[in-house]
């Protein structure tokens, strides 16, 4: 059997071995969801930064610029963090260059494994299948919020644990409590994440329908993982 462990902040993310992994890096809100969103909606690839000024320089090379801090758009950026911005296809065909307050972070000290994968509830079921496809342990790295526990990437990360349990095992209490909670709440995640704290502060900049899309199980069959050029891309 192989293993699935549970990383619950980037700032814990040296404790673990990330050597011959998959790391499976979630931003519930928002930025792994956009950058599913991003790829399923006809954007080429996805540059990820966590420096927000070696990002804004991307425009200058043609790249549509994502650029977010707080929950706002960060001054001088064509895109914030949302993902509803990419569903009319209106961006098809561009690169995009990303920058956000946690989940580029995380992204960004998952450098080192085997190969890095994107997670977000809209294509779980995808990524579960990729997965199950290859014979790695997994190392589920949740970006947090500016190095705390948040409850919506634990819970993902207890949906795929639960989705992986037939060949993946986890002895760890974190990925047990988890998976756990996902199967006593997973049938209403936005009623049980409307108490989280992260959704709490979204919802003060009035972007429900972002919350309600990132909650969405399964609209995607795509995976999304990082490529040997460093590039995110649809698989
Ligand atoms: O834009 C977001 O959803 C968050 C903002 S914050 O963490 O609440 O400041 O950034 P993200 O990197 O997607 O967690």
């Not at 809100?29 to 420096?51: H, K, P, Q, W, Y």
């Not at 758009?73 to 990303?98: D, H, I, Q, W």
Request: aromatic letters at 8%; charged letters at 25%.
């Amino acid at each position: 059997m192989r293993k699935v462990e549970v990383c619950f902040s980037p700032e814990l993310i040296h404790l673990f071995d990330l050597e011959d992994k998959i790391v499976v890096v979630v931003d519930i809100f928002r930025a792994t969801s956009t950058m599913v969103a991003a790829l399923a909606n006809g954007i080429e690839s996805i540059l990820s930064f966590a420096d927000l000024e070696a990002c804004r320089l991307m425009k200058e090379k043609g790249f549509l610029i994502g650029g977010e801090r707080n929950g706002l758009t960060a001054p001088g950026f064509e895109m914030g963090n949302s993902p509803v911005a990419y569903l009319s296809g209106e961006y098809s065909g561009r690169k995009l260059a990303m920058t956000t307050t946690n989940g580029t972070q995380a992204i960004e000290k998952s450098k080192g494994a085997f190969e890095i994968l994107i997670g977000a509830f809209p294509n779980l079921q995808a990524t579960v299948s990729y997965i199950q496809d290859q014979n790695k342990d997994v190392l589920i790295h949740c970006a947090g919020w500016k190095g705390h526990f948040n409850l919506e990437d634990s819970l993902y990360a207890g949906a795929l644990v639960k989705s992986l349990e037939s060949t993946h095992e986890s002895s760890e209490d974190g990925a047990m409590a988890m998976s756990l909670l996902f199967e006593k709440v997973g049938h209403n995640l936005k009623g049980f994440l409307s108490q989280a704290s992260h959704a709490k502060r979204l919802q003060n900049h009035g972007i429900e329908e972002d919350i309600d899309f990132c909650l969405t199980l399964d609209l995607y069959e795509i995976v999304v993982k990082l490529d040997e050029r460093g590039f995110l891309v649809k698989v």
